[in-house]
């Protein structure tokens, strides 16, 4: 078997990620541009944007603090909440504001206070995003303080998103950052209108790299990291070749002294490495021709959007990952901080 020392694929999206906003948007955003043609943008600021002419207004600061030279374009959420407006989700959908709509349950995650409190308050929303083809992208846990931090994900399939697959049979619905065998298991078994985004952080680690020795605040992000069992599950998923799921990396910056906190934040900010983290793994699997279905085409297929025209070309050659990033005056520490990883994103067309 020859070994492969250099990958060129066509250039993929990031089909989940926080860039936040004001300085620390000016900061990060460079590092997503960098790697990704297009990247479906989180709405969980302070206030969410939960309607067009926000998302509008949020879209191009996205585009003024990505230098010129870089071809990328943000594709917008909208934040769902009890109050939500049909017509309004259906308008930004077809004038081309939003590509798709988020759903976090309340309290579930960072900067979810205004989520949904009850799925079925969406009813309507729901049965106009089935009839218009609008994807749904869920946060997948239930927040019951009696429900277990770790179970909380399988308890969403069980109690929640079981019933909206069968309310809404034709919903394109995207279950974000998933976490389990559970949801690879449910994932696997619904039709083709239900897909998963898996993060590099997920592929990488299991509880023990959050919890062994110290606890280890930037391994924390939500969905938690679960057991070793569930990780293999990831694996398995995202390199099987199936095109049920797709890169969605969740970076999620927090300053180092939000997350080196007795509270500390949940999200890993794993931008800067993005495909050098996740290429690793595939590469580890011996699947390395799996990498750019996975990265480049399963997700524009599901959001029936076009497929990229640039490439991306990665080399096998040492990168050292810093310790700290300075995000435009704001120090975030990186996934893989302080390690070296094996790929390096060379060149960009
Ligand atoms: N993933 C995280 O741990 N945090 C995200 C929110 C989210 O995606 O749930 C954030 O915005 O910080
Ligand atoms: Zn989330
Ligand atoms: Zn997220």
Same mark, same amino acid.
């Given at each position: ?12 999206? #990031? ?6 906003? =004001? ?63 049909? #017509? ?7 004038? =081309? ?88 298991? %449910?994932?696997?078994?619904? =039709? ?101 279905? %996975? ?42 901080? =302080? ?6 994103? #060379?060149?960009?067309?």
């Amino acid at each position: 078997m020859s070994v492969i020392s250099s990958l060129t694929i066509r250039r993929p999206d #990031d089909w989940h990620v926080h860039l936040r906003d =004001g300085d620390v948007l000016a900061g990060v955003a460079h590092y997503t541009a960098r790697q990704f043609a297009r990247a479906i943008v989180m709405p969980n600021l302070s206030p969410p944007v939960t309607d067009t002419a926000s998302a509008i207004a949020y879209r191009d600061r996205i585009k003024a603090a990505v230098p010129a030279e870089l071809d990328f374009t943000p594709l917008m959420t909208c934040y769902l909440t009890d109050s939500t407006d049909p #017509d309004e989700i259906a308008q930004g959908y077809a004038s =081309g504001v939003f590509t798709a709509a988020k759903l976090y349950p309340a309290n579930a995650t960072t900067n979810s206070a205004s989520g949904v409190s009850d799925i079925y308050k969406l009813s309507a929303v729901l049965g106009r995003m089935q009839e218009i083809g609008m994807p749904l992208l869920i946060h997948g846990e239930v927040t019951d303080h009696d429900v277990d931090i770790f179970d909380r994900e399988k308890v969403f399939i069980e109690r929640t998103l079981k019933r909206v697959v069968a309310d809404f049979p034709d919903l394109k619905i995207v279950f974000e950052h998933i976490t389990t065998a559970d949801a690879v298991e %449910f994932v696997n078994q619904s =039709g083709p209108n239900v897909a998963a985004t898996i993060t590099p952080q997920h592929l990488h680690i299991n509880r023990n790299a959050m919890l062994v020795g110290g606890i280890r605040p930037h391994a924390y992000c939500l969905p938690v990291a679960k057991r070793e069992l569930h990780r293999l599950a990831l694996v398995k998923a995202a390199t099987s070749g199936s095109k049920k799921y797709f890169l969605g990396t969740d970076s999620a910056p927090h300053s180092q002294s939000a997350k080196e906190n007795s509270c500390g934040c949940a999200g890993i900010f794993n931008a800067p490495y993005a495909l050098e983290s996740y290429l690793a793994v595939f590469d580890a699997e011996g699947a390395i021709d799996k990498f750019e279905a %996975f990265a480049s085409e399963n997700g524009p297929n599901f959001y029936s959007l076009p497929l990229n025209k640039g490439t991306v070309t990665l080399t096998k050659r040492e990168v050292q990952v810093p310790s700290t990033i300075d995000a435009n005056g704001t120090t975030v520490v990186p996934f893989h901080a =302080g390690d070296s990883l094996e790929w390096a994103v #060379d060149r960009v067309t």
